[in-house]
């Protein structure tokens, strides 16, 4: 066992949601083993020419999921008008993406939005591994009153190639802890790795740091992911980590 459930918050499911039966199929694999369904439904993607999610109707799909698998579910904001579709539909989760972190008018209007809902959010680290702008980020979210306030450690943008695809800073972990006491850390392997080989030591070292919990991206058929299609592993892998051996 790699991942002790325990000790760790698991959010796992596609990059992007792409139909019901796509999320319904990768989620009655790996439901007893998350605590959080993830699926992207609006993409932030460098070129208009690639898959910009299934928008709305993407949330309906995570609300009959979360309905029948008695799982929280999870997808990603930029606006107030994702947080307000997010809570129509009963979303649980809402996470900060790298390119949304960077800019304070999106992280103050989602932080406006988010206000009095019960809803949970995690705040990626910018692309550019400035420490602040992320801190920050949380500061304005925690000033909204909002309680559930996590973190998650997606890597940075690597200016020299290296063999991931962001480059991990693992001294965050403890910065993180000195600077926003009681937020919890969790480390997005996926998006470090940017490449499915490279998950599981990602995973091994997430906890051998004591990360509060993992973001792991999962599909059926990595290689037709309609985004992120080589960091994306099989649910069969994602639920080895958690077998006693
Ligand atoms: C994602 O989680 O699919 C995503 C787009 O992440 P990031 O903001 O870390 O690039
Ligand atoms: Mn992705």
């Known amino acids: 066992m790699i991942i002790n459930k325990k000790h760790n918050i698991i959010v796992a499911g596609p990059c992007s949601a792409e139909s019901f039966s796509q999320v319904d199929s990768i989620a009655s694999k790996i439901h007893k083993n998350i605590d959080f369904f993830r699926a992207g439904v609006w993409k932030p993607r460098t070129n208009i020419d690639s898959f910009q999610g299934v ?16 799982v929280k579910v999870a997808c990603e904001v930029a606006n107030s008008k994702h947080v307000e579709l997010c809570k129509k539909f009963k979303i649980d989760m809402v996470w900060l993406g790298a390119r949304t972190t960077v800019n304070p008018f999106y992280v103050q209007e989602i932080a ?19 420490m602040d702008l992320w801190y920050n980020a949380i500061k304005r979210m925690r000033s909204y009153n909002i309680k559930n306030i996590g973190a998650i450690h997606r890597g940075f943008y690597a200016e020299r190639k290296i063999n ?19 937020i919890n850390l969790i480390c997005d392997c996926s998006h470090i790795a940017g490449d499915s080989s490279f998950v599981k030591e990602l ?43």
């Open 164 to 182: 991931y695809r962001n480059k991990p800073k693992w001294s965050s972990v403890k910065e993180f802890s000195k600077k926003l006491k009681g």
């Open 203 to 245: 995973v091994l070292k997430s906890q051998e740091l004591k990360y509060d919990g993992v973001m792991i991206e999962t599909h059926d058929n990595p290689e037709k992911a309609l985004s992120d299609s080589k960091q994306q592993i099989k649910p069969a892998e994602f639920n080895s980590f958690f077998i006693n051996e």
């Open 55 to 70: 928008g709305e109707v993407g949330l309906s799909w995570l609300k009959e999921i979360k309905v029948k698998y008695n």
């Open 112 to 130: 406006e939005s988010l206000q009095n809902s019960k809803i949970q959010v995690y705040i990626k680290n910018p692309i550019v591994a400035d």
